[in-house]
């Protein structure tokens, strides 16, 4: 075991930042999918 393994900085878990992420992602490509819907419901008009 090294020194870094010892002295750990963040004790916090991981769980929070990856599921914003997740969050974040997921809700920027549903964003691209309901704009694409959008403009293609609008060229049969």
């Given at each position: ?34 704009i694409a819907n959008i403009?293609?419901?609008a060229s049969f008009l």
């Amino acid at each position: 075991m090294n020194k870094f393994e010892k002295e750990v900085q963040d004790n916090s878990n991981d769980i929070v930042p990856s599921a914003v992420g997740f969050i974040a992602s997921f809700g920027f490509f549903a964003l691209i999918f309901i704009i694409a819907n959008i403009v293609d419901v609008a060229s049969f008009l």
